[in-house]
């Protein structure tokens, strides 16, 4: 996929759908939604309101954009690669399947690979906008087959498109993550009852949380609502950092009323942040939003979500060091903040920052905050 493609796709036509949904949207309720309650809202159980198409694009572009890997492509691995073979008859039948998905579409519209209501996965494709979200189920992988994702690289030949993006560009390292997500509650065994989240953010990453059964949570439910929670943090992020703070805090109190009993103490304290919906953007505001969390430490001692909010914050700033340490902390002294050590984004910002020793100003702020850490001399701010 060529680089005027990518600048083209996105800046142009992906960068429209979203101009076009703010125009539509200015100034109705509409507007206080996430854009994936807009688009689930707008579907209208299958009568779509104007608004659906760009806001479906949008989520549908969001989605293809983190399909794709600069170095990927070729045979999956892992518990997808056997749900392929289960489901799909192996791999040379998805290649077979999901180019007919991609090449049939008459029109414009989207080939997917998902995750269906029964767990199984299964070949789709859809028209225009339309998504399998809106029929409940789960995608995992997506190929836009509209003629803007293909036409100035091989014109009219969309199946050269197509096969270069099963050969080359699908991330099935990301369709793992998201295969994972979409089943590990079901497979947990009978303490846990996967319900797929029906709207808001967490959609968008395949995501399933598990309820507590009468008993309280199994680990496997721990897990999920460990990771439910941190989804729902980083969404939250999100909309605060694009200043749409009605939608910010309403993801803040879906992580404070979490279903998961032994999650909402922890994360109450996160109200605290709701009050300032963490603004960020630039250094004045990343400077705001890490007093507040210093200032959280400092009153409050559910500290461990705190350091895991401080940390993912550093970590969007860039400031990967701090987060690594941040976020070690953070698991150090609550278990249960361990599964984000082995998120991807995590795991590549410890490879990159190897290992440097940082201390400076950062350390001493956490050490103060949350007192204790180890003591250095060294600086690297
Ligand atoms: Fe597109």
């Known amino acids: 996929m060529s680089k005027t493609t990518f600048e083209f796709h996105?800046?142009?036509?992906?960068?429209?759908?979203?101009?076009?949904?703010?125009?539509?949207?200015?100034?109705?309720?509409?507007?206080?939604?996430?854009?994936?309650?807009?688009?689930?809202?707008t579907w209208n159980g299958g009568s779509p309101g104007p608004e659906f198409n760009n806001a479906a694009q949008v989520v549908n572009h969001t989605f293809f954009w983190e399909s794709m890997s600069p170095n990927g492509g070729g045979k999956p691995s892992g518990?997808?690669?056997?749900?392929?073979?289960?489901?799909?008859?192996?791999?040379?039948?998805?290649?077979?399947?999901?180019?007919?998905?991609?090449?049939?579409?008459?029109?414009?519209?989207?080939?997917?690979?998902?995750?269906?209501?029964?767990?199984?996965?299964?070949?789709?494709k859809t028209p225009n906008a339309e998504n399998p979200w809106v029929h409940g189920n789960t995608p995992i992988l997506t190929m836009d087959v509209w003629e803007h994702a293909y036409y100035l690289d091989v014109q009219n030949r969309r199946p050269d498109f197509i096969s270069n993006f099963i050969e080359n560009l699908i991330d099935w390292q990301r369709v793992e993550q998201r295969y994972l997500a979409a089943t590990n509650a079901a497979s947990s065994g009978g303490a846990c009852k996967a319900a797929r989240l029906s709207s808001g953010p967490p959609c968008l990453h395949g995501f399933v949380c598990c309820k507590a059964s009468a008993q309280g949570p199994s680990s496997a439910c721990v897990q999920q609502c460990s990771t439910r929670a941190l989804v729902l943090y980083s969404a939250a992020l999100e909309y605060a950092r694009s200043e749409r703070y009605d939608v910010a805090r309403r993801v803040f109190r879906k992580l404070c009323t979490s279903e998961c009993p032994s999650?909402?103490?922890?994360?109450?304290?996160?109200?605290?942040?709701?009050?300032?919906?963490?603004?960020?953007?630039?250094?004045?505001?990343?400077?705001?939003?890490?007093?507040?969390?210093?200032?959280?430490?400092?009153?409050?001692?559910?500290?461990?979500?705190l350091l895991q909010a401080w940390g993912l914050l550093e970590m969007q700033r860039g400031n990967l060091l701090g987060a690594v340490m941040l976020l070690d902390r953070s698991a150090a002294l609550e278990p249960r903040n361990r599964p984000v050590l082995r998120w991807k984004p995590v795991v590549e910002a410890r490879k990159t920052v190897g290992e440097r020793r940082g201390c400076g100003r950062l350390q001493r702020d956490i050490r103060a905050a949350a007192s204790g850490g180890d003591s250095c001399t060294e600086s690297d701010e």
């Open 10 to 41: 996105y800046g142009k036509h992906h960068a429209a759908y979203l101009n076009n949904l703010n125009g539509q949207i200015a100034g109705k309720d509409l507007e206080k939604l996430s854009i994936e309650e807009v688009m689930l809202k």
């Open 79 to 124: 518990k997808v690669a056997e749900a392929i073979e289960r489901d799909l008859g192996g791999y040379d039948k998805f290649v077979e399947a999901f180019k007919a998905a991609g090449a049939t579409q008459f029109g414009s519209g989207w080939a997917w690979l998902s995750v269906n209501k029964q767990g199984k996965l299964e070949v789709t």
């Open 263 to 305: 999650f909402v103490k922890p994360w109450v304290s996160w109200a605290q942040m709701e009050k300032r919906c963490i603004p960020c953007g630039d250094e004045r505001r990343w400077a705001a939003s890490r007093s507040v969390l210093q200032q959280g430490l400092e009153r409050n001692r559910d500290a461990p979500p």
